[in-house]
């Protein structure tokens, strides 16, 4: 018959390592970061679990018991051994990922796809995304790269641009049958207008470059960029489309550019780092890769082989 496994209180198993170690309580409690209180709590609930006297605790002092005395001993090695076994797997995880911060829009349209071939090249390499949306500060993170639209330039960061953000009108071929040729930007009007989110301006930007009056707060609003381009896709309606993330798309006829006209944005889509600490190889090499994916020279390795991919 299978002995039953213990339900071991872990977090009191540690307090009392570490209390044993030191044998007093208020330095458990300095090492820890909690209060002598917290310390002595967490010791009377594995005192109840194991139903023996660990401490002896007096007035202004606590003593070990022999019991706890001989425990403590044979515990502590294992708490030590623990803790090394987790910094080592830390330490390979660290080694062999990059860390990278994208939103969910690029990641999905653009790297993904790509990403097979940087797989392909460095086997060993792992890439982990983080596609929160929210301003990039590399401080108090763990990223170790991000690929970000802006001006370049991010608090103790080094940027290298990729491409320029271009934008156009997009739809379904099938919405654009349904609602006829669109001969000018005007036509607009009589369409349903799809907006992202987080680019709410972008078609009061549109309209404003090509010089022409419509109602650009009307329509439907999605919560990504992504969200807004499939429901294009789809034949929602009318969108502003990121040219290079869309060149796919438009390629393969999923997407229509009715106006075909190319505006720029004055924003770019740069690959970024911290400067705040040296750049470990795995980081350089995915750096340099996705600056060959568009043609640009390497930051890093000058040998480094250019894999022109155009946005």
Not at 3 to 8: A, D, K, P
Not at 132 to 149: I, K, M, N, S, Y
Request: proline share 4%.
């Amino acid at each position: 018959m299978q002995e039953q496994r213990l339900n071991l209180p872990l977090n009191p198993l540690r307090a009392f390592a570490i209390a044993s170690r030191h044998k007093t309580f208020t330095a458990a409690a300095r090492e820890l970061g909690v209060s002598q209180v917290a310390i002595s709590r967490q010791i009377a609930i594995l005192e109840n679990y194991l139903n023996v006297s660990l401490f002896e605790r007096g007035t202004r002092s606590a003593k070990l018991t022999d019991v706890g005395r001989a425990f403590g001993l044979e515990i502590a090695g294992l708490f030590d051994e623990l803790e090394n076994a987790t910094h080592r797997i830390i330490s390979q995880e660290t080694q062999s990922t990059v860390n990278l911060r994208v939103h969910p829009t690029l990641a999905h349209l653009w790297l993904m796809p790509r990403l097979p071939d940087f797989m392909q090249r460095y086997p060993d390499i792992r890439v982990r995304f983080d596609t929160r949306v929210e301003p990039l500060d590399f401080r108090g993170t763990h990223l170790d790269v991000a690929v970000q639209l802006g001006s370049g330039h991010w608090k103790d960061a080094k940027a290298r641009k990729l491409w320029d953000e271009e934008i156009d009108v997009i739809c379904s071929a099938d919405y654009l049958e349904k609602v006829g040729p669109l001969e000018k930007p005007a036509d607009v009007e009589r369409c349903e207008l799809l907006h992202s989110r987080y680019r709410r301006r972008a078609w009061e930007h549109w309209a404003e470059t090509i010089g022409v009056q419509i109602d650009y707060r009307r329509g439907m609003e999605f919560d990504t960029s992504l969200l807004t381009f499939s429901a294009a896709e789809q034949g929602f309606g009318l969108a502003i489309g990121q040219l290079g993330l869309l060149d796919d798309l438009v390629g393969r006829g999923r997407l229509v550019r009715p106006f075909d006209m190319r505006i720029a944005t004055g924003a770019s889509f740069y690959v970024t780092w911290p400067t705040t600490a040296s750049v470990n190889v795995k980081t350089k090499k995915f750096i340099d890769w996705l600056l060959g994916q568009v043609g640009e020279t390497p930051e890093f390795y000058s040998g480094s082989k250019v894999v022109l991919s155009q946005p």
